[in-house]
């Protein structure tokens, strides 16, 4: 099994997240882009920082607001995918559309994101599509999976992302209609059940799985039940988390996939 975590899991500068992260013994990271930023040197030069901690960029993320949208995309998509090139990675997180413009018309989604599945593929690389909580129009993991099936193209999957499933309410039951190469990417969070909206709630109160109230155990083993095997990744927001003192660290995560496995076997 590939453990991953999002590099926005915990603090301090992105050379020493990758040094802390590597020394907990994950296999790999979720690049994100503020971290992407904020290194100081090229591309390339991260690609090798990576590669000397013994870890890979499973993903690159996020892409935004892309489908249903006036303009021309894929100017942008290009040029995201010329710097995955340069990092060596192979896949880029799609968040489903959540701005004002977003166009409701489901045909012009699903040309948009074939429109980008054509040229992911000339470039060698995948896009895992995901429904955001509180996306415009696709906001549900199955809705996503809709978007992707009809797409029909072998460089878009979806990703599942705990957080954005639970918080609705939502279950992985229907897992079963999803072939298991769709599933592009999986994310863990669990978090403390709250009165809030679901942006804010995602925003700022996620923590490592055992940590909050969802079954994260049980979305595991459907998960496994169902053959995905592709990489395990934890994804957190929580300024107040990995800005204390006290704060969460890179091995209190590989601790809480850990536990997740061994959850399979219960």
Request: proline share 3%; glycine share 6%.
């Amino acid at each position: 099994m590939q453990r991953c975590i999002a590099t926005i899991s915990i603090s301090g500068t992105l050379e020493h997240k990758l040094e802390e992260i590597a020394a907990a013994g994950f296999d790999s990271i979720e690049l994100f882009e503020p971290d992407l930023a904020g290194f100081r040197g090229s591309a390339s030069e991260l690609r090798q920082r990576v590669a000397d901690n013994g870890l890979t960029i499973a993903l690159l993320q996020p892409f935004r607001n892309y489908e249903g949208e006036s303009s021309d995309q894929l100017t942008r998509a290009r040029q995201q995918f010329e710097l995955m090139q340069q990092l060596d990675c192979k896949k880029l997180l799609l968040c489903s559309n959540a701005s004002a413009s977003c166009s409701s018309d489901s045909q012009q989604q699903i040309d948009d994101l074939h429109a980008l599945a054509e040229l992911a593929a000339t470039c060698q690389v995948e896009i895992g599509y995901e429904a955001l909580a509180w996306g415009r129009h696709i906001n549900r993991w199955q809705q996503a999976w809709q978007r992707v099936k009809q797409v029909n193209h072998a460089s878009l999957g979806i990703v599942l992302d705990s957080f954005h499933i639970l918080s609705r309410g939502d279950s992985l039951e229907a897992l079963d209609q999803v072939p298991p190469d769709k599933i592009t990417f999986v994310q863990f969070a669990d978090a403390p059940q709250l009165n809030l909206d679901v942006l804010t709630w995602s925003r700022h109160y996620r923590c490592f799985p055992g940590q909050g109230d969802f079954d994260l155990q049980h979305f595991a083993r459907q998960l496994h039940q169902q053959g995905y095997q592709g990489p395990w990744s934890l994804e957190i927001f929580n300024e107040q988390m990995v800005t204390s003192p006290l704060h969460s660290s890179a091995a209190d995560g590989y601790r809480s996939l850990r536990w997740l496995e061994q959850g399979l076997t219960e």
